[in-house]
């Protein structure tokens, strides 16, 4: 049995994620890899209280990268899914937001 405790993983904050959140009113989130639209919008609605208006998900695949001190080691960092959460005009979410 699932919660939507389970469904969001952890907020992905980057450059263009600070972009969306601040132009676009859109919050990027890694997800469980059995998580629907439906799933992700009910978690974010109700962890958050706000109004979701779309949700887009997508699958990001493995990639090889290598280690700091020996260059010849090479280490697979495992794929994951992510959803950006589009709110309504009105709505923000306070984790994304900062130091005020």
């Known amino acids: 049995?699932?919660?939507i405790y389970?469904?969001?993983r952890r907020p992905l904050v980057t450059e263009k994620s600070n972009y969306q959140n601040s132009d676009?009113?859109?919050y990027v989130f890694e997800v469980a890899g059995f998580?629907?639209?439906n799933m992700i919008k009910d978690a974010v609605e109700t962890l958050f209280d706000v109004n979701v208006l779309r949700v887009n998900v997508?699958?990001?695949p493995a990639k090889r990268t290598?280690?700091?001190k020996s260059r010849r080691v090479m280490v697979r960092r495992s794929s994951f899914k992510k959803a950006i959460v589009t709110l309504a005009s009105g709505d923000t979410i306070d984790v994304f937001e900062g130091v005020k």
């Open 1 to 3: 049995m699932t919660t």
């Open 6 to 8: 389970d469904v969001l």
């Open 24 to 26: 676009l009113h859109q």
């Open 35 to 37: 998580a629907t639209k």
């Open 58 to 60: 997508m699958h990001m």
């Open 66 to 68: 290598r280690r700091a």
